[in-house]
């Protein structure tokens, strides 16, 4: 296994999967571009001539689509700017956190992540789908290990507050996580 010699950006991207890394190699000298996801090798160029340009590629379950730009800054300089679903990285996060809800939580020893995806009201739980809202429903009833769980959705009584989603684990309520 060779050492990342080129390694020019690392980026951390939070999907309903859950939280993958993306690394870039770049060689200036050699035309060299690499991209990994999750340590795993997507797209490998040796030899471009051209320095400038962008690696589009897929990441995590969903296959979401991710564009890496490699644009020159000066001289020899270049500047990476990752952008997922055609947002900046910047953008995707407070889209995520609008679109999604996210709990973190141990259990038994056992660390879990659990993502409700408001729009589709699908459930995650460790980068598997676990359950999938009715059309009515208020409530999504799923098992993590031996324990049971249930997301809750609350009107907050306020339009601009909306719906308040709440994960309940053996009958205690877990804390909504920042991502």
């Not at 296959?63 to 997922?84: H, Q, S």
């Not at 409530?139 to 308040?164: L, P, Q």
């Amino acid at each position: 296994l060779e050492k990342m010699t080129d390694l020019v950006a690392v980026w951390e991207v939070a999907l309903s999967d859950g939280v993958h890394k993306i690394e870039f190699e770049h060689g200036t000298t050699s035309g060299k571009r690499v991209v990994y996801v999750d340590g795993k090798e997507e797209i490998r160029k040796d030899w471009m001539f051209k320095l400038v340009g962008k690696e589009t590629f897929t990441v995590g379950a969903s296959k979401t689509k991710a564009t890496i730009n490699i644009d020159a800054v000066g001289g020899f300089a270049y500047e990476y700017t990752l952008e997922i679903n055609g947002k900046s990285l910047k953008k995707h996060m407070e889209n995520r956190s609008k679109t999604t809800n996210t709990w973190v939580l141990s259990l038994g020893g056992t660390d879990y992540r659990v993502v409700l995806e408001k729009d589709t009201m699908d459930v995650w739980c460790n980068g598997e789908k676990m359950g999938e809202f009715v059309e009515d429903g208020t409530e999504t009833h799923f098992s993590v290990g031996d324990h049971s769980c249930c997301i809750k959705a609350v009107s907050s009584g306020k339009r601009k507050e909306g719906i308040i989603h709440s994960l309940i684990v053996d009958d205690r309520e877990i804390p909504e996580a920042v991502e």
